[in-house]
């Protein structure tokens, strides 16, 4: 793979020396030139500040949508660029590559020209509404979206209009212009996906099945549908089917690097770092230039315990020179605070700030940074910054929140959370922090009013009943706990996020209604939801241990491992409920070594593992 990036990475640097490319890009078992590369990364950003940048996104759901719906491949004439007084990239002027490097010429090329000559040409609206929606301008893309739709029915226009509104967490308006489309073409791949996507988001995941089933089974050489399902299933935590489904997916004729990419993030997501450097090595072959690619296996080295590796391959990346974005400083920053280097972690967050001052991540990331270093103050005045800078003012105001209620105050985070529920009415997290928060203040009765207001804006009640469940139980109202996760069970009889919360719940109380609970639930729940079943076998197996019926509880933990081998939290309770009150130390030391290593090595819960792992060992 190495060899690879080293012939991409030399390709792409014309503008630096010979030299200086081969500083970057030959490895050295030296660590003293790798030091050198990365001073000299500051120099690398300097210089990059002069030079144009396209400004690029980490891939999202979003991204599974055809690229022909959200930017369709519609060009003016040629001669329609005559009126640009700039130069070009290339010998033919393009409204794609205007787009991409000049926004307010391309609006004013909108306005004054193209709308003029094409009214009734539909790939310029939508051309023109996704530029406006990609740069944050949500509002005056939807009214060239409703200005579109109305000149006649194009699938292009309301798809990317719908995907719009779904990013923007406008499930209700999202749904309703997916349902037009599919009104029209009960079939239609584009629609029929972004619906199912949309179903995920709402927490409906057993309704988005059933559209990718239907969607897989109609549309068998779409590479989009196999990528979207086989993240979905990554997502459920079932990764044999989901590598099944990116396999075939990797194997369509039209497959592109972001197909790699998705498959590789799921095996990292799960802690499989060593299987996703295997599928980027994979990718790679195809895709060497795919910066997208690099990144991931940069972070996967870095968490497989490669540092080096790591380091060498971010500043390959970084100091390319081309399509630098936030996301890869605040990647290798992330990196760095687990390594336990907070000077570095620091630096590599300012440069995100100074290249891109309104990159939310960076700023949340950057703010915790301080906030752990003792300085609480540093992480407010940073987002009371960043607030005339950012365009998504609510991402950036629910992050100040959850930022406050963790590091912070509680009535700063409550007034911040109000401001955020005020200005995106759909956002669910943010109605859930603000009940949280408010039960946290003692304002019990005000959680609830937060909850109910909730009701009315967001479309899945189930996590604002799950949240309402949580908060009557931090206050000691077992029965209104109780009622409040019946009502959700009676909303969605197999969600077994519910059923495990229902049967922890009667845990201290009476474990042989747990054990009732979870025999029920196992009952509901389909088989091939593992990582649900694991769970609840789990619990199963701490209500046995309760009665101290310890042969039957060692039962339930081990079938639970069996679904989930690397779950390190199913290890650590095995130990506690199980191991330790029958004294089988040898068995504990085993499973809390395997916890441990299914731990980040700088994570405090694997400080708290290694603290009981050598009280055991004691007693050996």
Known sequence: MMNALRCVFVRSLPRYSTAFAKRVLIPSNDPRLLLCSLKNRCYCVTTLKARPRRKIDFIDESDYLPKGVEECSWEPEIEDFDELERSWSVATPSLAELVREDIPIARQFFRKVLQAKYPKE???????????????????????????SKIKYDVKV????????????????????????IATDPKNPHALLGLALL?????????????????????????????????????CKKMKEARELFRYATELDDAGGQVWHAWAKAEYDMGFYRRALSVLEEGMVQFPTNKYLVLL?????????????????????????????????????????????????????????????????????????????????????????????????????????????????????????????AKEPMHLEAWRSLARVENKLGNSENARVVLTRAA?????????????????????????????????????????????????????????????????????????EAHTHSILYC??????????????????????????????????????????????????????????????????????????????????
């Open 158 to 181: 309301w798809v990317s209009w719908a995907t719009m509104e779904m990013e923007c967490n406008n499930y209700h308006e999202s749904k309703r212009l997916f349902h037009v489309v």
């Open 539 to 620: 619990t199963y197996g701490r209500a046995l241990a309760m009665v101290q019926d310890y042969e039957a509880a060692a039962k339930a933990f081990e079938k639970s491992l069996q679904l989930i081998p690397r779950n390190p939290e199913t290890h650590v309770i095995y130990v506690d409920s199980v191991l330790i009150p029958s004294e089988r130390w040898n068995d504990a030391e085993k499973h809390l070594h395997f916890a441990k290593i299914c731990i980040h090595r700088n994570s405090k819960q694997r400080q708290k593992i290694e603290d009981k792992l050598a009280m055991i060992q004691r007693r050996l």
């Open 122 to 148: 539909l790939g310029m609206w939508n051309k023109w509404a996704v530029m406006e929606w990609k740069s944050d301008n949500h509002d005056l893309a939807r009214i060239i979206f409703k200005k579109a």
């Open 297 to 421: 296996s940069a972070m996967a080295q870095f968490k497989a315990g490669d540092q080096w590796q790591g380091r060498h391959t971010f500043s390959q990346l970084v100091d390319c020179g081309d399509f630098i974005h936030a996301a890869y400083f605040n990647a290798f920053a992330k990196m760095e605070e687990e390594a336990g280097d907070m000077t570095q972690a620091e630096a590599l967050y300012r440069d995100a700030l100074n290249i891109y001052p309104d990159h939310v991540p960076s700023i949340m990331s950057f703010a915790i940074l301080q906030a752990r270093g003792g300085n609480v103050q540093a992480g407010r005045e940073l987002f009371e910054q960043s607030i005339p800078i950012v365009k998504k003012v609510g991402s950036l105001l629910f992050a100040w929140g959850s930022f406050e209620e963790q590091y912070g105050e509680l009535s700063h985070a409550k007034q911040i959370l109000e401001e955020t529920t």
């Open 199 to 235: 179903e995920t988001k709402n927490g409906y995941k057993h309704e988005a099945k059933k559209i990718f089933e239907k969607l897989i089974r109609d549309h068998p050489e779409d590479v989009n549908v196999f990528q979207a399902y086989g993240n979905f299933h990554g997502k």
């Open 456 to 528: 009315q804006h967001v479309e899945n009640n189930i996590p604002l009943l799950i949240q309402l469940a949580k908060n009557e139980e931090r206050n000691h109202n077992i029965d209104e706990a109780r009622r409040a996760l019946e009502k959700a069970l009676e909303l969605d009889k197999e969600n077994g996020s519910v059923w495990n919360l229902r049967a922890l719940l009667e845990l201290r109380i009476d474990p042989k209604k747990t054990r009732s609970l979870v025999e029920s639930a196992l009952k509901c729940i389909p088989e091939h």
